[in-house]
């Protein structure tokens, strides 16, 4: 990978000078030096980073310089410098970015960007084992990468706190302004430590990390070699639009759609009666969703109460069914956000995904009745889409977002689309990227209840679409993992994604079919091949607990 030497870089000079018989003030790949001009330490080399300032000039997206405020040597995860700073605002207004960059003494001249999470406002250090990395995997950063990681420029203790919006320029932050000048600023700051720019740079994020990876290399392609996003929120206008739908069904009407933690797992329950099989296995894993999803008229009819009032919690009303299907059924819009988009995919919730009991706390609430602005006894997606409508549209925080309506937002349609440009990451016109031979792998659970599985599909058909299926299996895999929700559910994977990507990157060897393993306390260490997509896992014979008892189907 390319990188343009700063000015930061040379205003070290004089630190650089001291060291001019080893190479360029490296660190852990010494040539040797002068016997009488001993290299700097690597704790010297650190505090020289200490206030340390960056100019604008540096950045690829308007600032007004950044500042590192404290480099520390820690001699923890192989010894490594961390350095701390702030990127500033152009808007006085507008919050700073807050950002940390660790370079490892022994650095393998790799660099690992983390992506965030919800609304950000953390910030991300980059210490960090990786999202479902294996148990007792060493971290990125104990391997020798250069990890960095920021808050998208503002601070808040909560993920699900979108009043930063308010702020335009924080907000154009969040919609990837922040991943760009943060990639710049550790740029700048391994140009510095070590006299090189790293020899691949990748990114690894979920979520929120996973739309951050996408518009990185949508946006700025020749910044990365390799992406790992997993449960992307890319189609993100389409999410938060969809959340509203979804609180509209739960507590338009007095709440008669609103559906308790009882009877979502009574749902759940009669899905996986009907589906958990399908697979060949009964071992509380949906794997072959598209044969469930056909059983869903009869599971329906199953769980209704005679009559189609209300009945209590052993079965659901019509108007509770309705809300089912609501969120079962893909969002179509009359109008279009950024790329053309038109649509946000259903969620499995009649195909094994999981909404409440055991393995998640994102579930529909505890009353019917919402508050205003949405809380803790709100249904999750609600408490998400209300903060959005809020502070992302309307601008307005008392605005009541059960009035909102995403199929007619009305004066605010065109709100809606240029919130869309700025933080969807659904351009599927990748060549940049694949063209200089950047490789992506993305999974999602098919499982999850935060961010819909098909969004996922929907992107990467748009890729074969738009590139062909052979063109796409030359940079990118995408893996479905069954019983898998928004990071945990009945089945709480572990893969060695990052090994997967780099080995793909440096020696042209793509992954196919990977192994994950269970991290539950119930079922750990058990195994299941992680197929490519369109296929899933089918079970053969032998050891329930093995992947080697599974093939890859698609039938």
Not at 241 to 258: I, P
Not at 274 to 303: E, F, H, W, Y
Request: proline share 6%; glycine share 12%; aromatic share 8%.
């Amino acid at each position: 990978m390319t990188s343009r030497k700063s000015g930061a870089a040379l205003a070290l000079g004089a630190l650089c000078a001291a060291c001019v018989t080893i190479s360029g003030c490296g660190g852990g790949h010494d040539d040797g030096g002068s016997p009488s001009t001993p290299p700097p330490s690597a704790a010297a080399q650190c505090s020289a980073l200490a206030g340390l300032s960056i100019p604008a000039s540096s950045i690829g997206a308007p600032t007004n310089g950044a500042k590192v405020a404290s480099a520390t040597l820690v001699e923890t995860s192989g010894e490594y410098c961390q350095t701390n700073g702030t990127i500033a605002p152009v808007d006085p207004t507008a919050p700073a970015i807050n950002f940390q960059v660790n370079l490892p003494t022994n650095w393998n001249h790799k660099a690992l960007h983390y992506g965030g999470g919800g609304f950000d406002g953390t910030l991300i250090t980059g210490v960090d084992p990786l999202d479902m990395a294996p148990t007792g995997a060493p971290t990125p950063l104990a391997s020798g990468y250069v990890t960095f990681g920021d808050d998208s420029g503002h601070q808040s203790s909560s993920i699900t706190d979108g009043s930063f919006a308010a702020n335009d320029e924080a907000l154009a932050n969040y919609g990837g302004l922040s991943l760009k000048k943060t990639h710049d600023v550790a740029m700048t700051l391994i140009q510095t430590r070590y006299a090189s720019a790293p020899s691949k740079t990748y990114f690894f994020g979920s979520s929120t990390g996973g739309r951050d990876g996408l518009t990185e290399i949508q946006r700025w392609p020749n910044d990365y070699d390799g992406i790992v996003v997993n449960r992307p929120a890319l189609n993100y206008t389409g999410l938060r639009l969809s959340n509203v739908v979804l609180g509209r069904a739960l507590y338009l009407n007095n709440g008669a759609g609103w559906l308790d933690v009882a009877k979502t797992v009574l749902l759940q329950n009669a899905v996986m009666k009907a589906c958990d099989t399908l697979d060949g296995l009964a071992d509380g894993i949906v794997s072959n969703v598209a044969a469930c999803k056909a059983r869903a008229p009869q599971v329906l009819a199953s769980v209704r109460c005679a009559g189609g009032a209300d009945a209590g919690d052993t079965c659901l009303s019509d108007a509770q069914i309705a809300t089912v299907n609501t969120i079962a059924a893909p969002m179509t819009l009359p109008y279009p956000l950024a790329n053309g988009v038109t649509r946000y995919a259903g969620y499995n919730i009649l195909g094994g995904a999981v909404f409440a009991g055991p393995y998640t706390t994102r579930d529909f609430g505890t009353s019917k009745t919402p508050s205003n602005p949405a809380g803790k006894h709100d249904a999750n997606q609600w408490v998400t889409g209300d903060q959005w409508v809020k502070y992302f549209v309307t601008r307005i925080p008392t605005f009541d977002s059960l009035t909102f309506d995403p199929l007619d937002p009305g004066a605010y349609r065109a709100r809606v689309q240029a919130v869309s440009a700025l933080s969807d990451a659904t351009n599927t016109d990748l060549g940049a990227f694949q063209a200089k031979g950047g490789k992506i792998i993305m999974t999602h659970g098919l499982a999850d209840e935060i961010v819909s599985t098909d969004s996922s599909t929907d992107y990467y058909n748009g890729l074969v679409a738009r590139f062909g299926q052979g063109t796409v299996d030359g940079f990118v895999r995408f893996y479905l993992m069954p019983g898998v929700g928004h990071g945990t559910g009945p089945f709480h994977p572990a893969i060695d994604s990052l090994s997967a990507l780099d080995q793909w990157v440096e020696s042209g060897t793509a992954p196919e079919t990977l192994t994950m393993s269970d991290l539950n306390s119930a079922t750990l260490g058990r195994t299941r091949p992680l197929c490519r997509y369109p296929m899933w896992p089918r079970y053969g014979s032998g050891d329930m607990n093995s992947a080697a008892s599974f093939r890859c189907a698609n039938d």
